[in-house]
């Protein structure tokens, strides 16, 4: 897209061009004219002078071509009654006697000449000069009256940018500050020094992102709102349930039951995912970031997850290469490993593998949480981290807002987090990569 700048230079250095030849072209037709009326009175003068009595040759001065061409002098020619040549400024011109009195536009040879002829009762006078010594006069008068708009060309060039370079800082601030929005942060845009043409269009994106603080403020407090409304009706069912499996006796419906309390389950998981969800989206004023030693958060988290690993006989391994302190905050740390790893524990067969992994890669410490499932298929990887989205005939126990939440604890706090399917194409990789950076041992 072309900038604001190079268009305002795309149109006015052209209309500067234009002004310059238009200038020339002005002067050239307003001064000429103005030379040519001059210089005709001069002719029309010098020969009048000459229409007394007869002059003597000796009386008029000798002219050289140098004097006729470059400095566009009069040549002076006096005949007789009988038409027979009296008397000439300069000889090497051949230009007969005019017939017709007045001004005439005479070629001889290469040259044009402008003649004046003017007779009495005695002898006709007639005086010539070059056309091109006018032409010269004229063509150096009309550029040095364009030459200054030509200089001005490149200088108002420069101008222009440096002006409008002054003008759009102005709109940097504002830049800056929208860029800044995001769905934890509504802030209004700065207004001040905003240019008039611009401020409605400022005005009027405030007012937009006001609406869209109070969407959100509206969203996060309907899904506060409803999952702290669900998670008592579903704890009185799963005290319910547990009654009637002490009732339970038949096969048949000990099967149901479990089947049900496998099903409210995933519904209190969900509920837990979003209140989750909700307290993470909460505005805060700022992150709060302590030093954490890696490994033991690692563990604490693995530990919070076996029983979920045990239910499905998953082997959880965990190996750590470095020991590391990192600076983050403990509760979005705590949460973005525990959505992995939840996560990997859903979707990994049962009887399967999870293996969680600090290590060294190229001098940044990384943390990957690997399993044995099916992975992810390529053109899905952008899709997972999208709430509520999960892949059709995966099988798993997922609620859809695992990685959602992992990823929003891995921006909070400056963190790297990508996933990827294994090389051998059993299972995905989920890399966390910290800015901290490791020194060689």
């Keep these: 897209m072309t900038s604001l700048r190079a268009q305002l230079l795309k149109w006015l250095l052209p209309l500067y061009c234009f002004a310059a030849v238009a200038a020339i072209a002005t002067t050239y037709l307003v001064f000429g004219w103005t030379v040519n009326m001059f210089m005709d009175s001069q002719l029309r003068v010098f020969v009048d002078s000459h229409l007394g009595p007869a002059p003597q040759s000796a009386s008029i001065p000798s002219l050289t071509a140098h004097d006729v061409h470059e400095k566009g002098a009069l040549i002076l020619q006096v005949w007789d009654r009988d038409g027979r040549l009296l008397a000439t400024s300069w000889p090497e011109l051949a230009l007969p006697e005019q017939q017709a009195s007045g001004f005439q536009d ?28 006018r032409h010269m006069v004229i063509t150096k008068q009309a550029l040095q009256a364009g030459l200054p708009i030509a200089l001005l060309i490149p200088v108002s060039a420069v101008l222009l940018w440096f002006a409008i370079r002054m003008a759009l800082r102005r709109l940097e601030s504002v830049a800056t500050a929208a860029a800044a929005q995001n769905e934890h942060n509504f802030g209004e845009l700065p207004i001040e020094h905003v240019p008039t043409e611009i401020r409605p269009l400022v005005l009027a994106i405030n007012r937009l992102l006001s609406r869209l603080g109070e969407a959100f403020a509206a969203q996060r407090r309907f899904v506060q709102d409803a999952a702290h ?10 005290l319910q349930l547990e ?23 995933r519904i209190k998981h969900m509920v837990e995912q979003l209140l989750r969800l909700a307290r993470q989206e909460a505005p805060r004023q700022s992150v709060l970031a302590t030093d954490i030693e890696l490994s033991e958060l690692l563990k604490d988290t693995i530990g919070e997850v076996m029983p979920l690993a045990d239910r499905r006989r998953i082997d959880v391994g965990f190996a750590a290469a470095v020991t590391a302190t990192v600076q983050a905050n403990r509760d979005d740390l705590r949460s973005l490993f525990h ?27 990384t943390v990957e949480v690997v399993d044995n499932g099916s992975g992810i298929p390529p053109e899905l990887l952008p899709r997972v981290f999208d709430r509520f989205f999960r892949i059709e005939g995966s099988g798993g126990e997922g609620s859809g807002l695992g990685l959602a939440i992992a990823r929003n604890a891995a921006e909070r706090n400056r963190i790297e987090l990508q996933l990827s399917n294994r090389a051998d194409g059993c299972g995905l990789i989920a890399r966390v990569r910290f800015q901290t950076r490791l020194s060689p041992a």
């Excluded at 409304?229 to 799963?238: G, H, K, N, Q, V």
């Design 339 to 365: 959505n992995l790893i939840d996560n990997a524990l859903r979707y990994a067969p049962e009887g399967g593998m999870v293996d969680v992994r600090v290590g060294d890669d190229s001098g940044t410490l």
């Design 106 to 133: 005479i070629v001889v040879g290469a040259d044009r000449w402008r003649v004046y002829t003017a007779r009495s009762a005695q002898r006709a006078v007639q005086s010539a000069q070059c056309l091109a010594f």
């Design 243 to 265: 009654n009637l499996k002490a009732r339970v006796s038949d096969e048949a419906t000990c099967k149901q039951v479990a089947q049900f309390e496998a099903g409210l389950g």
């Design 229 to 238: 409304e669900l998670r008592t009706p579903i704890t009185a069912l799963s």
